[in-house]
T-cell receptor, first 109, second 115 residues
């Protein structure tokens, strides 16, 4: 089983809509989780950190369910600039990040 | 806002040649990392570095790879004898500390093409 699994998409969503992604992880010892976004051929950039049950930042909400070993990302009122690949990331020890393959999102005008 | 920088942005080399990829981490950060991303695939951890030592490395980071902090600002990744399969985007990252809440900030990457 993959360490971090995501639906690769693509998700094509009209502007203004709400979209949600899920990510599952295999190791119950994982300590922290992150959502990074990656634009085409660019570096990953941190979107949100998730340590406890959830985190909200403006239009973005991340939830963590340790019992079911999944993390979700909700984007409300989506904008054209939200088009990117969203990377689910776990950290088990103190250093190494383990990335999922990413979910591609395209916001349609 | 401080950022991680990397040079060159694109490196083309012949198979079997040595390459050195350079990174300047954020100035007050203590932990440094290299990741790579083969086109169309996920980002993969290569190595982490702290206090002038490798603290963790992946299976990918074999004897062909080495890292060094030659001075107070640069952090380098050397590939001794490049293979075709080393073609990828190489990202350097740094973090202030290495607690589970500490954020790793990524540089813009070096695209390595091995011919």
């Amino acid at each position: 089983r993959k360490e971090v699994e995501q639906d690769p998409g693509p998700f094509n969503v009209p502007e203004g809509a709400t979209v949600a992604f899920n990510c599952t992880y295999s190791n119950s010892a994982s300590q922290s989780f992150f959502w990074y976004r990656q634009d085409c051929r660019k570096e990953p950039k941190l979107l949100m950190s998730v340590y406890s049950s959830g985190n909200e930042d403006g239009r973005f909400t991340a939830q963590l369910n340790r019992a079911s070993q999944y993390i979700s990302l909700l984007i409300r009122d989506s904008k054209l600039s939200d088009s990117a690949t969203y990377l689910c990331v776990e950290r088990r020890g103190n250093e190494k990040l383990t990335f999922g393959t990413g979910t591609r999102l395209t916001i349609i005008p | 806002e401080p950022e991680v920088t990397q040079t060159p942005s694109h490196q083309v080399t012949q198979m079997g040649q040595e390459v050195i990829l350079r990174c300047v981490p954020i100035s007050n950060h203590l932990y440094f990392y290299w990741y790579r991303q083969i086109l169309g695939q996920k980002v993969e951890f290569l190595v982490s570095f702290y206090n002038n030592e490798i603290s963790e490395k992946s299976e990918i980071f074999d004897d062909q790879f080495s890292v060094e902090r030659p001075d107070g600002s640069n952090f380098t990744l050397k590939i001794r004898s490049t293979k075709l399969e080393d073609s990828a985007m190489y990202f350097c990252a740094s973090s202030e500390l290495a607690g589970y809440t500490d954020t790793q900030y990524f540089g813009p990457g070096t695209r390595l093409t091995v011919l």
